[in-house]
């Protein structure tokens, strides 16, 4: 390890935007799009939200301030909104996935730059350079992290390689000299927390600690910019990020290309609301009905082969065959699979069918097995699926789910999804909010980009 806190607190400091090359600036701009659709149905429907806005009230921490929580109609302080809308945007599990590093980037940066960008009346430019800062060093740091080692230990890497990404980016609409990010990124060090622990009953700690990694690097950045003493080599130092949370840490891959490769081009998106891992079944499955016309009748037994991560996530026949809880079904593979086999199609408002007797009768059918075929691989999110009917067996694999950069959405689909999530709740202001997020660089202040989320 050598000097990787330094290198990408300099790093962070010196972008530029007019040295991003646009088409990273293009995608940046579709992310957060594709994000704040989903953080906005949530703030509506999202079953957790009403608990973390009765915290906030007892606590007194519901009081007006100049930033956003979208979907909402007042404005928060900065850190209560960073908080807010990190949980609120990764509710329903519809939010990006970077594959390398397995987390999800959006969801800890984008609140954080918003919050600070609304404080400090910072430009869109501003906002969209500190969002790729805050993608690169997070999804580097998930890369370094090696997510099969990190998950192995027990932690989410959203949360905790995310709570330096969103540093990253409220430090660069600070404006803060590189020794001035360290000492962000050494506070960082401190609040890097999320525990695999919800997995069990299907908790909504995830969504808690995603925006708490948020809230967490807005607090970081905004303490160092008032000389905030923090520690050093907060990510290969004795007890840094890739000591104490990996057994086989990849520091190179912190810094690698730094500059010159773009780990944000490297960033996918959701055509389902539920774990990735599920994703590539979830597509065989639906192509697999609709090429054969099986029905649900048809089926004899079905077996879903995954990366042993998958298996960690979304495979415990014990605790994930018949969910009642949505967090649950959005780690299931076997719901998840039954409701796309007998439907051929599935959505955020499928999660009503939880419990339907038709949807848990086929999920008995299926098996979830590690398929050793899909590790060793670039990505992890590979499916395999074999479906035996009495007519046969039929089998498919997908090396990568939809959505990924190498079949990446056009503009008007990733529109599309934002309007079927964030219409009902923002009903003829959601077009105008995705127009201007996606000319986000026109705004000489965010906040007249950000009052178009608010209902």
């Not at 949980?87 to 594959?99: Q, W």
């Not at 490297?266 to 079944?281: E, F, L, M, N, W």
């Amino acid at each position: 390890m050598a000097d990787e806190t330094a290198t990408l607190a300099a790093y962070v400091s010196a972008l530029d935007h007019d040295d991003i090359p646009v088409e990273v600036r293009t995608r940046a701009k579709l992310l957060t799009l594709d994000f704040l659709g989903s953080a906005i149905r949530a703030r509506r429907d999202a079953e957790s939200t009403p608990s973390l806005l009765q915290m906030l009230s007892s606590l007194s921490l519901d009081g007006s301030g100049p930033a956003t929580v979208f979907g909402d109609e007042r404005g928060f302080t900065p850190a209560i909104a960073a908080l807010l809308n990190g949980a609120l945007g990764h509710s329903l599990d519809f939010d990006d996935t970077h594959a390398d590093s397995s987390l999800h980037p959006s969801a800890p940066v984008v609140p954080a730059a918003f919050a600070i960008g609304e404080l400090i009346g910072a430009s869109g430019r501003e906002v969209l350079t500190a969002i790729i800062a805050g993608y690169e060093v997070c999804c580097r740091l998930g890369n370094a992290l090696d997510p099969t080692s990190h998950y192995a230990r027990g932690f989410h890497p959203t949360a905790t390689a995310g709570a330096y990404g969103a540093a990253a980016a409220a430090a660069k609409l600070l404006k803060l000299s590189p020794e001035r990010i360290i000492a962000a990124f050494g506070v960082s060090g401190s609040q890097a927390a999320g525990s695999l622990q919800f997995l069990v009953n299907g908790a909504w700690n995830k969504r808690y600690q995603v925006g708490a990694a948020a809230m967490n690097g807005v607090i970081a950045a905004t303490l160092a910019n008032h000389g905030f003493v923090g520690a050093t080599q907060s990510i290969e130092g004795i007890h840094g990020l890739l000591v104490g949370y990996t057994d086989t840490p990849h520091p190179g891959k912190a810094v690698a290309g730094l500059g010159t490769v773009y780990e944000t081009m490297k960033i996918g998106i959701k055509p389902y609301p539920s774990c990735r891992y599920t994703h590539a079944a979830i597509d065989a499955l639906i192509a697999m009905r609709r090429e054969h016309g099986l029905t649900p009748d048809q089926i004899r037994r079905v077996e879903i082969g995954l990366h042993r991560n998958g298996i960690t996530l979304t495979g415990d026949a014990a605790t994930k065959r018949h969910p009642k809880t949505i967090v649950a079904g959005q780690f299931s593979m076997y719901f998840t699979g039954a409701l796309a086999l007998a439907q051929g199609s599935f959505g955020w408002d499928d999660y009503a069918r939880l419990g339907d007797a038709e949807i848990d009768a086929l999920a008995d059918r299926f098996e979830v097995v590690r398929d050793t075929r899909l590790e060793g691989r670039t990505h992890p999110f590979g499916g395999r699926v074999t479906i035996h009917t009495d007519q046969g067996v039929l089998e498919r694999i997908n090396d990568d789910p939809s959505g990924e950069p190498c079949s990446f959405p056009s503009a008007n689909a990733m529109t599309g999804k934002f309007m079927q999530l964030a219409q009902p709740v923002l009903g003829g202001g959601a077009q105008r909010f995705a127009d201007a997020l996606l000319t986000l660089e026109q705004f000489e202040r965010i906040d007249g980009v950000a009052r178009l989320g608010r209902l």
